[in-house]
Nanobody, 120 residues
Framework: QVQLVESGGELVQPGGSLRLSCRAS????????MRWYRQAPGKERELVAT????????SYADSVKGRFTISRDNAKNTVYLQMNTLKPEDTAVYYC?????????????WGQGTQVTVSS
């Protein structure tokens, strides 16, 4: 079965760093665009970062640009999110998403999320 399992979320002080990981299984990871989303209580889920199947194109939300870095290792079926200079407003559940574009064969898979709390 398809699985996306996030890890690395924890309590961290403002200005600190975390690295999130998402390991995928049950599908052809290298064929999918990988994205990180986050959602705070009472707010809609927002797109944080995107990386294409080969890593050739990367994009970030304005709120994290310059602080976060998305990367992937297709040999390990894993996507990462390095988060530096964390702020309280980064507090959220972070989800990884696997996306395959296409009308007929398009797919989206979601992980269960990992909690990131930035607080002093």
């Amino acid at each position: 079965q398809v699985q996306l399992v996030e890890s690395g979320g924890e309590l961290v002080q403002p200005g600190g760093s975390l690295r999130l990981s998402c390991r995928a299984s049950g599908f052809t990871f290298s064929s999918y665009v990988m994205r990180w989303y986050r959602q705070a209580p009472g707010k809609e889920r927002e797109l944080v970062a995107t990386i294409t199947s080969t890593g050739g194109s990367i994009s970030y939300a304005d709120s994290v640009k310059g602080r976060f870095t998305i990367s992937r290792d297709n040999a390990k079926n894993t996507v990462y999110l390095q988060m530096n200079t964390l702020k309280p407003e980064d507090t959220a559940v972070y989800y990884c998403n696997a996306h395959r574009p296409g009308i007929q064969f398009g797919r989206d898979y979601w992980g269960q999320g990992t909690q990131v709390t930035v607080s002093s």
